[in-house]
């Protein structure tokens, strides 16, 4: 969002009245750089949830998206603390991210619920500017729920038949380091992962197994923590002053536990108070919980005393469901109906010299050169997989897995193959996919292809896929396998930047008849390819498009 911070009055908006206005307005004017009240200074009207807020490059990056429930949405957008300004970054192909993490100078960002349900692990890497998709080629993974760092290496938290913790090895390639099995006919999930000492901490996910979900893993072995509570779910794990420090949630309550490396400690939070969100500055722990008996002030930010005790800063009208920090400002992000928030507490302080990126991405571009034998080989290869009728039985599993793995990704001349199986027929029998809705053969076959080639980086969508002659239906499920919506997300990461491509976007965008996340999928491919910030602001679109 481009523009200065402006005085707003409280309002509520319909859905396509929301279309036509930015759809983030900056609530409170620039005030020296201190927040002695927890403040708000940002509304995203879009979607409810402002979450997994991370300090990146002098800016707080957030995700605002549709939490805990099937949508799809999941637009970052970055705040500068220094001029009070929304800038809109990306949309991500996700019904919802998790927790990110900054590993060798580069914010990775998770696929928590990846649309393309590929069955491999996937993430969105920036280096503020430039973007890629990546995948996992380990284990079995249907959401990616937390990324970190241990022992010096990435390592990812993901869920499935089986919660597993994937470590990244020296030479790029994903490994599965730890299984966490689940209940009989059950899902399980490892949810949250930090390190204390020398060990890798991992935070679980189980119905149907009472039991310690927080585990200490020195390589492979994993060891329950001493004295940890049994509960359904730990998550949250933030380190703080040599302890580990997270959320026990057992269905009916919440709490917050400590573990130092040899005990588990309890700490005590007043009466009708969930923890929510947690944040380790350095220096001081930060709490944010909720109080669901308490209409008018739900929300608390506390501050942690090394004595087990909390100090209350304040308590504010917003449900808290993030926390981070920058520069001695304390960020919060909520949840509302009406729309989630970015609040801010504290006195910002002198920055520090800037620390330069380990790695910068470039955008990938197509060689001049190609290797038409590797061409042809990838070109045999894709036939194969899809020529199979029984790749397309049994949800798919088989072709998901077969695309999400191909060894060929980043690749030019995988994009030249791709493409061009892309304009030759497939057969088009009706299959059915794991949501209950049937499709063709022909459309989830094409899917996928579009969906592996946007991930790879290099390759073409034909325009006219974009607009389809017929209207996007939606399953109660939210799961969608439209090849236009596929189409769309692939323009965008491969930045194809050409008249016809922008000309069928601009048409999708003014499709009124599309859900808005529809719309959050052809903003965030406009913006990739042109580098226009308007985010929801369709006015501003169309009057950019009316002087190209």
């Known amino acids: 969002m481009a523009g200065q911070p402006k005085q707003i009055q409280a309002h509520k908006s319909s859905a396509r009245r929301a279309l036509f206005a930015t759809g983030v307005f900056l609530c409170i ?21 402002v979450s997994h807020l991370i300090a990146y490059k002098d800016r707080i990056w ?64 920036t280096d503020g500017t430039n973007w890629e998709w990546r995948a996992m080629e380990s284990g079995s993974v249907m959401h990616v729920h937390a990324m970190n760092v241990c022992d010096g290496d990435l390592v990812a938290a993901t869920g499935s038949w089986t919660g597993q913790l994937h470590r990244m090895q020296q030479n790029g390639k994903w490994q599965v380091q730890y299984d966490y099995p689940a209940a009989t006919n059950r899902f399980s999930r490892i949810v949250s992962v930090d390190q204390l000492g020398d060990d890798c901490i991992v935070g679980a996910s189980a119905r149907g197994k009472n039991e310690a979900k927080l585990f200490s893993l020195n390589g492979d072995k994993p060891d329950p923590v001493s004295g940890w509570p049994a509960s359904e779910r730990v998550d949250n794990l933030t380190r703080h002053n040599n302890a580990i420090f997270a959320f026990v949630d057992s269905g009916n309550s919440r709490q917050l536990m400590r573990f130092d490396g040899n005990q588990s400690i309890k700490v005590e939070l007043p009466e009708g108070h969930r923890p929510r969100a947690m944040h380790s500055d350095g220096d001081t722990l930060w709490l944010a919980t909720h109080n669901a008996n308490n209409k008018q002030t739900p929300g608390a930010l506390w501050q942690y005393a090394e004595n087990n005790s909390l100090r209350l800063i304040q308590q504010f009208s917003d449900v808290p ?35 330069r990126s380990v790695q910068s991405l470039q955008n990938i571009s197509t060689a001049e050169d190609l290797d038409s034998a590797l061409v042809e080989s990838i070109t045999q290869d894709l036939k194969s997989i899809i020529s199979d009728p029984d790749n397309t039985a049994n949800y798919a599993r088989v072709l998901r897995r077969s695309l999400g793995r191909h060894p060929h990704l980043k690749k030019p001349e995988f994009g ?21 809705q049937t499709i063709s053969r022909q459309d989830l076959i094409r899917w996928f292809l579009v969906t592996t080639l946007a ?26 396998f439209d090849p236009s919506v596929a189409s769309i997300v692939a323009t965008g990461w491969l930045a194809q930047n050409d008249k016809a491509t922008l000309g069928e976007l601009i048409t999708r965008l003014n499709n009124m008849s599309d859900p808005l996340w529809v719309k959050a999928d052809v903003i965030g491919a406009l913006t990739a390819i042109t580098g226009q910030r308007f985010a929801y602001d369709l006015n501003a679109w169309n009057s950019w498009w009316d002087r190209q």
């Not at 991930?455 to 969608?480: A, C, F, M, T, Y």
């Open 455 to 480: 991930i790879n980086g290099n390759g073409r969508i034909e325009p006219s896929w974009i607009n389809p002659d017929h209207q996007l239906q939606v399953p109660d499920s939210g799961k969608v």
């Open 29 to 49: 004017a620039w005030s020296g750089a201190t927040w002695s009240q927890v403040s708000r200074v940002a509304t995203f009207e879009q979607w409810p949830g």
């Open 321 to 355: 469901i993030s926390l981070t920090s920058l520069n001695g400002v304390v960020a919060i992000g909520t949840y509302s109906n009406s729309g989630g928030a970015l609040l801010l507490y504290g006195q910002a302080q002198a920055q520090q010299a800037k620390t």
């Open 62 to 125: 957030l995700v605002n998206s549709q939490p805990y429930r099937d949508n799809n949405s999941a637009d970052i957008y970055s705040y500068s603390v220094a001029d009070n300004s929304i800038r809109y970054e990306r949309s991500l192909f996700s019904q919802d991210t998790g927790a990110p993490v900054i590993f060798e100078g580069l914010l990775h960002w998770p696929y928590e619920d990846p649309r393309r349900s590929a069955g491999s692990g996937e993430y969105a890497v």
């Open 416 to 436: 030249v193959a791709v493409t061009q199986l892309l304009s030759q027929p497939i057969s088009g029998e009706p299959t059915t996919m794991f949501t209950g």
